[in-house]
């Protein structure tokens, strides 16, 4: 049995694959809810004990739990994958451990392999992970992310990870309904990644085969869009573009906190001492410090997850509504907005100027005009936003789209890459797949 690993910014799928039965992804029972997608959140509790205290860790729905039901303190972590190829973050300090990224990601897959339907250890075959194209951050170092990916899987158990692009992980699984030769561009929308693949497929007597052209990636994608929604809505009534007072000057707020805030993966490590005590500083001189002090009540609180579940819930709607109502009522703070479908739009607009470019380069760089891709497969939640079918449509075709399994479906195509005897072509470390990312650009 092969297991496929889509280890997501803000979801992970493990997938399944054995030769003599269908492919299937791992379930997680958390109470009266069996899950298939495990949310890539983290949750330390602090324990207290008679000598002191222990921290526990949980993951997925159980690491949401904890966070809403705990009566003990909690660090709670979202979209941490979004730090793996930062050179900035080195380390982080959770009650009394002091955790490396790896450590980090390490705890979070323990996790996931405690709760799952099936012991992972126990499946004997390949362990196919996935990656994406280009990875997310400023600057974004390729070979610390793949050593902290490494360090992490092995800690957990992985001994021998081996990497495939996420984007062909779906490629390879939409295939599977292909009957005749056919060139696909794969479309893959993740939480921190928008990344792209080029492969053509034919089925003959042998099965399927499949010939990689080209690679692309681009580090935006649903946390983007989320940061547009946060930045333009929740930020302006936690004190964004107000002022105070130094030395007799009147100054705007630094901007820098509400980037941090706005990103998820930056939010969990605004609560330290230091800022907390610049934030107090600018409310106590603000011109409007009730703003300040909601701002500082939500980081104080850890109010993260909260202001995420109401930005995803408008998000949502706004892919098959013209409006949503944005609510968000924590302790003092009560935000009640309609956003706008065509707010929201204007609002992404040079983020999805920017996948068109990459999708425009890479279909440049092959020689290839739309008329040279037979089919378009979608996948990954933000496939679903209007504006980023429409930018497929206007270059293929509404006629060549296709989507389904949008979480599922790099996890799926992982696992039966594991299956297919020929992991050389695939492999992201293998001189082959190294060569044609290179000349991929």
Known sequence: MTIGIDFGTTNTVVGLAAPDRPTRVVTFDHGDILHDVYRSAICFEKVMEQ???????SGGPWAIEKYFSSPNEVRFILSFKSHVASQLFEKTRVFSKVLEYSDLMAEFIAALKANADVDLDAAGGPVICGRPVAFVGHSPNDD????????AYRQAGFAEPIYVYEPVGAGYHFASRIETKARVLVADFGGGTSDFSIIEFER???GLRATPIGYAGVGIAGDTFDY???NNVVSPHLGKGSHYRSFGKELEIPADYYTKFAKWHY?????TTQTMRELEEFRRTSSNPKLLSDFIEIIQNDWGFDIYRAVSKTKTELSTQPESRFELKKGTIAIDRVVRRAEFEAW???DVATIAETVDAL???HGLGPGRIDRVFLTGGSSYIPAIRTLFVERFGAEKLAGGGQFSSVAHGLAEIGLSGDMDKWAVRSDAAEALRVHAG
Do not use: H, N, P, Q
């Open 348 to 350: 992404i607009a040079e």
């Open 267 to 271: 939010l969990a490590m605004l609560k």
């Open 204 to 206: 003959d007597a042998a």
């Open 144 to 151: 610390l992310a793949m050593a902290r990916y490494d360090d």
């Open 51 to 57: 000598r002191g205290f222990s921290v526990e860790t």
């Open 228 to 230: 547009r929604l946060i």
């Open 363 to 365: 279909m440049t760089r």
